[in-house]
C-alpha cells in the first residue's frame, strides 16, 4: 500500500490544531459561565492544602487546562493571595483536574462531533442571550475536540505500517525512559498535556502502542506540560517562580516513583481493562486519572519538605504584597461595633500605605521607565481594590448593629475614606497607562516639562501621606496642611498648564508629549483633591 504521507502529515496537524482549538474554545466558554469566580474559589479554598487540592480540581475541571490553573497559581503567588503551600496544594490538584479530559474522550462520541458542532453553532448564532452563547461556546468546543481528534486518529492509522514506528515502539516497550522523553518533548512543544494524551488514547485505540510503551509517555506528558508553568515565572517574583519550580519537581518525582514500579502498574491496568471491559481509550483514561490522584496522595503530606526544597534551590527574599485583610474578623461585630470599627480602620490605613506606595513607584516609572516599577505600582493597585471591596462588606455588616452618635460618625468617614483611597489607586494606575503610552510611542517631553511634573509629584505625594497621617492619629494640624496644600496642587496644575501650552506654542514640545502632561497632572489634582476629602472627614467638615 502507498503511504500518502503529506495526507497523513496534513490530517495529523489539521486534527491537533481543531482540538487545540476545541479545548481553549470551551474552556473559555466555560470560564465566561463561572465568571470572577475562578479567582474567588482560589483565594477562599486555599486555607489549607487539602481545600487546595480541591480548588484546583474545581477550576481545572472549569477551564480545561492544567497549565491554566497553574499560570493562574503562579499569578497569585507573585501577587500574594496566596503562598507558596497553598499553591502547591493547588498545582496537585491542577494535575488531577486535568484527567478529567482523557475520561471525556474515552467516552467515544466522535462520531457525533459533527452534530454537537451543528448545536454548538445553532447556540452560538441565533440566541443573543449571553449565557446561551457562553453555552453555546462550551457545545461547539466540546464537539471541535473530537472532530480533530477523529482527524488525528485517521491521520495516525497508516503509521503501523512504517517500519520506523515499528522500532520505535519496540524501543520505548524496552526502554521507558524513551517513552518519558518522547512525552515530555511532545507536551512541551505542543503546551497542551491534554492534546498529548488524547494524541496517547487514539495511538493506543489504533492498536500501535502497548501498555509498556504508552504508560512511560504518559508520565513524559506530566512532565511536559509544567513547562507553561515555567514560561509564565520568567521574569515573575521569587514565589512564582518557586511555585513553577515545584509544578515541575512533583511531576518528576511522580514520574520517577511510578518508573519503579512500572511493571506492577502496568499489570494492574491490564487487570483493570479486562474487568471493566474497558475501551482502550478509556484505559488510558484510568492509568492517566490512578497515576495522577495517587501522585498527589503520596506527595500530600510532604507539601512542607516540597516547599522547602525549592526555598533552598531558589534563595532570596520575595516582597510580596499582602493582599488579603488581616484584621477583619466577623466576630467581633457581634461582641462590640466599637472594636470592628477600629479593626476596619487598621485595615483602612493598610489601604493607605498601600497608595501611597503606589504614587511613589509611579514616581519611579515616570523618572527610570523602568517596567518593574509600573509592574510593582498597578499590583498595589490591585490589593488596593481587593481591600476596598473587603472593607466595604465588613463595613456594611457593621452597619447591621446598633452603633453609638460617635461610631455612626466613624463608620460613615471610613466609609467615604475607602472611596477616596480606591480613588487615588485609580489615579496612579491613569498615570501608570499614561507613561506606558509615553514609552510606547516614543513621545518626547522636554527637560523643562519633566522637572515639573517632579515637582507636582513630590507636592502630591507629601500632600496624601499627610492626609493618611491625619487619618490614622485624627491630626487635624495635618489635616489643615492637607487643605493649604491641596490649594498650592490645584494652582501649580493650572500655570503648569499654561506653561505647556506657551511650549507648545513656541515649537518645543509636541501635540502628543502635551496631552499625555496635561492628563498626568489633572490625575495628580484629582489625587490632591481625594486627599483633601480624607483630611476633610477628620476636620468633620466633610459635605
Known amino acids: 500500500m502507498e503511504l500518502d504521507i503529506q495526507k497523513m502529515i496534513f490530517e495529523f496537524i489539521g486534527g491537533l490544531g481543531i482540538f487545540l482549538f476545541g479545548i481553549k474554545y470551551m474552556g473559555d466558554g466555560l470560564q465566561k459561565s463561572a465568571g470572577d469566580k475562578l479567582r474567588d474559589i482560589l483565594d477562599r479554598f486555599t486555607t489549607n492544602p487539602i481545600m487546595g487540592v480541591l480548588a484546583g480540581i474545581i477550576v481545572t475541571i472549569l477551564i480545561q487546562s492544567s497549565s491554566g490553573t497553574t499560570v493562574l497559581t503562579v499569578g497569585l503567588v507573585s501577587a500574594g493571595f496566596m503562598n507558596l503551600r497553598q499553591a502547591i496544594g493547588v498545582i496537585m490538584g491542577a494535575n488531577i483536574g486535568t484527567t478529567v479530559t482523557a475520561f471525556i474522550i474515552g467516552i467515544k462520541i466522535s462520531d457525533y462531533a459533527l452534530p454537537i458542532i451543528a448545536v454548538g453553532a445553532l447556540l452560538l448564532f441565533f440566541f443573543k442571550n449571553k449565557k446561551i452563547h457562553n453555552l453555546g461556546q462550551i457545545v461547539f468546543g466540546f464537539g ?50 491534554s492534546a498529548t494524551i488524547g494524541i496517547l488514547q487514539g495511538l493506543f485505540g489504533q492498536g500501535l502502542l502497548d501498555l509498556n510503551a504508552a504508560l512511560p509517555v504518559l508520565f513524559g506528558d506530566n512532565i511536559g506540560t509544567t513547562i507553561t508553568a515555567v514560561l509564565a515565572s520568567i521574569g515573575a517574583t521569587v514565589a512564582a517562580r518557586r511555585a513553577a519550580l515545584t509544578h515541575v519537581i512533583f511531576n518528576l518525582i511522580g514520574t520517577a516513583l511510578f518508573l519503579i514500579i512500572l511493571p506492577v502498574f502496568t499489570k494492574f491496568i491490564a487487570m483493570l481493562q479486562d474487568n471493566l471491559n474497558l475501551n482502550p481509550e478509556m484505559t488510558i483514561a484510568f492509568a492517566h486519572g490512578i497515576f495522577n490522584t495517587s501522585n498527589t496522595l503520596i506527595q500530600l503530606p510532604f507539601i512542607a519538605v516540597l516547599a522547602w526544597i525549592v526555598t533552598k534551590i531558589i534563595p532570596g527574599e520575595d516582597s510580596v504584597i499582602e493582599y488579603k485583610t488581616t484584621h477583619l474578623d466577623p466576630m467581633f461585630i457581634e461582641q462590640s461595633p466599637s472594636i470592628a470599627l477600629g479593626q476596619a480602620k487598621e485595615e483602612v490605613i493598610r489601604m493607605s500605605q498601600f497608595a501611597s506606595l503606589g504614587l511613589e513607584e509611579t514616581i519611579k516609572y515616570s523618572q527610570s521607565q523602568n517596567q518593574k516599577n509600573a509592574d510593582v505600582a498597578l499590583q498595589l ?127 518645543m514640545c509636541s501635540g502628543q508629549a502635551g496631552i499625555v502632561f496635561v492628563d498626568i497632572i489633572s490625575n495628580l489634582e484629582r489625587i490632591g483633591d481625594h486627599a483633601v476629602n480624607i483630611a476633610e472627614a477628620v476636620l468633620g467638615e466633610r459635605h
Open 381 to 507: 493597585e490591585d490589593a488596593i481594590n481587593n481591600l476596598d471591596r473587603k472593607i466595604t462588606d465588613y463595613l456594611v455588616l457593621i452597619s447591621a448593629s446598633s452603633m453609638s452618635e460617635h461610631d455612626s460618625e466613624e463608620h460613615s468617614t471610613l466609609m467615604n475614606t475607602v472611596r477616596d483611597i480606591e480613588r487615588i489607586g485609580d489615579h496612579f494606575e491613569n498615570i501608570v497607562e499614561l507613561i506606558e503610552y509615553q514609552i510606547s510611542n516614543k513621545v518626547k517631553m522636554t527637560d523643562n516639562a519633566m522637572e515639573d511634573l517632579e515637582e507636582m509629584f513630590q507636592l502630591t505625594l507629601s500632600t496624601i501621606n499627610e492626609a493618611f497621617k491625619a487619618l490614622e492619629d485624627n491630626d487635624k494640624v495635618a489635616a489643615r496642611e492637607v487643605v493649604t496644600k491641596e490649594n498650592q496642587i490645584d494652582s501649580m496644575e493650572r500655570s503648569l498648564r499654561k506653561k505647556h501650552i506657551l511650549r507648545i506654542n513656541e515649537g
Open 144 to 193: 471541535a475536540l473530537f472532530l480533530g481528534l477523529s482527524m488525528m486518529s485517521g491521520g495516525m492509522k497508516p503509521l503501523r505500517s512504517l517500519e520506523a514506528f515499528q522500532e520505535l515502539t519496540v524501543n520505548m516497550s524496552s526502554s521507558p525512559i524513551l517513552g518519558v522523553v518522547i512525552g515530555t518533548v511532545f507536551t512541551v512543544i505542543v503546551q497542551s498535556s
